[in-house]
């Protein structure tokens, strides 16, 4: 069984580009969750999407945004790059509910130079 | 958000038990406790959870204290692809803030040793 597939696995924009990242959750998956970690730094959360919906923002501006698709998979765009959102950014997905797992995908590393 | 507190790093000899504890004293009812691991700019890898049962996988064992307010991950016998920094956390489904999402602390950076 295919796990979580990001892609780019790498990415480099330059300052004040937009970036479009993309996840596909494991089948049957309806929930995807997306996260940024800086070099040498925690994972931070992002978003959270089910069902089509944004159902939990972290602590981002409104330059970093999100959807998810019918068919449950996601795309993370990022506008008005700055310096300091280079970072991997990682999506993981779960079915929905509590006592459930997530399982992470491997990762897209953006650069902004 | 219920916080963690765990070590900031451990040592372990290849081929022994590796026991990774987590203090969770503010712990709420609906509050499960879980288990991740991120080998150096990889994607985390779940472990194993658990809500107030002890819990066994083909990876691991979570043992969680009666009182919720600690537990410990086992590793029973540590490879050298262990190696990696372990995260406890605990994760609300009742609503809320926390609803849906994991927040990672620094966790535990196991180092296993030959």
């Known amino acids: 069984e295919a796990g979580v597939t990001q892609s780019p696995t790498h990415l480099i924009k330059t300052r004040g580009q937009q970036a479009t990242l993309r996840c596909s959750p494991i089948s049957g998956h309806t929930s995807v969750y997306w996260y940024q970690q800086a070099l040498g730094l925690g994972l931070q959360f992002l978003l959270w999407?089910?069902?089509?919906?944004?159902?939990n923002r972290g602590n981002f501006p409104p330059r970093f945004s999100g959807r998810q698709f019918p068919n449950y998979s996601s795309e993370l765009n990022v506008n008005a790059l700055e310096l300091e959102d280079s970072a991997l950014y990682l999506c993981?997905?779960?079915?929905?509910?509590?006592?459930?797992?997530?399982?992470f995908g491997q990762g897209t590393r953006l650069t902004v130079v | 958000d219920a916080k963690t507190t765990q070590p900031p790093s451990m040592d372990c000899a290849e081929g022994r038990a590796a026991n990774l504890p987590c203090n969770h004293s503010t712990i709420s009812g609906n509050e499960y406790v879980y288990w991740y691991r991120q080998i150096h700019s990889q994607g985390p890898q779940y472990i194993i959870h658990g809500l107030k049962n002890n819990e066994t996988n083909e990876m691991a064992s979570l043992i969680i204290t009666e009182d919720r307010k600690s537990s410990t991950l086992i590793l029973p016998h540590a490879t050298l692809r262990d190696t990696a920094v372990y995260y406890c956390i605990v994760n609300r489904y009742a609503g809320g803030t926390s609803y849906g999402k994991l927040t990672f602390g620094q966790g535990t950076i196991l180092t296993v040793h030959p």
């Open positions: 993981a997905s779960s079915l929905a509910g509590p006592n459930t797992e997530a399982f």
């Open positions: 999407y089910d069902e089509g919906e944004e159902r």
